[in-house]
C-alpha cells in the first residue's frame, strides 16, 4: 500500500535484535513554524540557487514550478512542463530541483521527474534568469521503471560540484529481483556526474537503498544524511562523512530493513561498506515513511544551529538531531507537528523550510 508520497509495501520481514535507541522528548517547544505560503497544488520540494537571496523554488508535482519571492508566491509560474510529466499524486510527478553551483551566471537548473512512461528523467534546463525555458531541456538520465513505487527522486549538487540524484529500487514489495544490491543496475542508488565535463557518465557512490526519498549534505561538515524510507516495519537515516564518502557505500536494502535482516537467506554484496542507518523508527503510533531534512546553518533560530531536521510523513512527528563525526551525538522528539511533509528545502541563508502536500510551506522560527 502507499502513503503519500512515502511507499509502505507488504513484504514478509525477520526481525533480529536491534539497538535501542534513545529519544529525548523536548519539555518545552523550542521552535515554531511560521506559514510562508498555501495554494500550491501537491508541492513535493523547495530549494535555491545559493547567490538568490529572498527566493524559494517549489516544485509542484502535476509539473510546474513556482516562485517565493520575499514570502510572496508569484502567479506566473517559473517552468511549466505538465505535458511531459505523469503525475498521480501519489509517487509520480515532478519530483525535485537542483540549481547548478553557476547559476547566477550560466542559468542552468535541473529537474527530476516520471516520464510519460512512468520512468525516471533527469533533464537539463536553461532559464533566462526569470523564467525557465522549456525548449532548452536536454536529458541526462533516463531509468526504467518497472513497477510504479520506489522512485527516489532528489537532486541535490553536492560540495564537490557533482549532481546526486537518489533512484528507487523499482517498486513492488521486497524489491523481489534484489535490484538495491545488483550494481550492474541504477535502481536501488545514489549517483553522482560531473555536468561540467562533456561525455562524463554517472557513477554509483552508493547502494542498497530501497526508497531515497529524501538526503542532503551538511553545508558545514559537508556530511551526507540519506532518509531512506523502510518497507513494513522500520525507517532510516544513514549518515557519511566526507571521508566515509570516498568509499562505495551499501545501505543494505533489501538484506537489511532498518537493522532488522529483512531476507535471511540472501547475503548482501560485499563490494564497498556495509553501512549501519545512524536513527531507526518502528512502524507505530501512525508512522509510516520517514522524509529526510537538512542540518539547520540559518541565522534566524540559533538553538536549532548544527541539527539535523526529519520527520514521519504519516504521523507528522518531527524530530531534530545532532551529530559528531558521523556518530549520534543525541536524537530529539520535537514539539513540532505537520502531516503529509512531503519535503524540507533551505534558501540560500540556510534557513529551513518544510513542505506540505496539503499545498503549504512553513518555515522554522524561534
Known sequence: ?????????????????????????????????????????????????????????????????????????????????????????????????????????????????????????????RSNGSSGLPGTATKLLSVH????????????????????????????????????????QRLGKLLRLNVNKAGAKWQVVGYGLRNPWRFSWDRVTHDLYIADVGQENWEEVDVRTPVQQKTLNNYGWSVWEGRSRYKPNVSANTTGALVSPLVVYKHEQGRCAVTGGYVYRGKAVPAARGRYFYSDFCSGDIWSLRTSKGKLVDNRHEKLHKVLLSSFGEDSAGELYLVSLQGRIFRLER
Not at 11 to 19: E, K, N, Q, R
Not at 70 to 86: E, T, Y
Open 1 to 125: 500500500m502507499t502513503c503519500g508520497l512515502g511507499v509502505v509495501a507488504f513484504g514478509v520481514a525477520t526481525s533480529l535484535p536491534v539497538a535501542a535507541l534513545s529519544v529525548t522528548h523536548a519539555s518545552a517547544p523550542r521552535f515554531r513554524l511560521s506559514l510562508v505560503a498555501s495554494g500550491l497544488t501537491y508541492p513535493t520540494f523547495a530549494g535555491a540557487p545559493k547567490d538568490q537571496p529572498g527566493y524559494l523554488y517549489v516544485t509542484e508535482q502535476p509539473g510546474v514550478i513556482r516562485v517565493i519571492v520575499n514570502g510572496k508566491l508569484r502567479a506566473r509560474p517559473f517552468l511549466d512542463i505538465r505535458s511531459r510529466v505523469k503525475s498521480d499524486h501519489d509517487v509520480k510527478g515532478l519530483l525535485s530541483m537542483a540549481f547548478h553551483p553557476d547559476y547566477v551566471h550560466n542559468h542552468l537548473f535541473y529537474v527530476d521527474y516520471t516520464d510519460r512512461n512512468g520512468d525516471t528523467a533527469v533533464v537539463r534546463y
Open 145 to 184: 521503471e518497472p513497477y510504479a513505487n520506489h522512485y527516489g527522486g532528489q537532486l541535490e549538487f553536492g560540495p564537490d560540484g557533482r549532481l546526486y540524484v537518489s533512484v528507487g529500487d523499482g517498486g513492488s514489495g521486497g524489491d523481489p529481483d534484489n535490484r538495491a544490491q545488483d550494481l550492474s
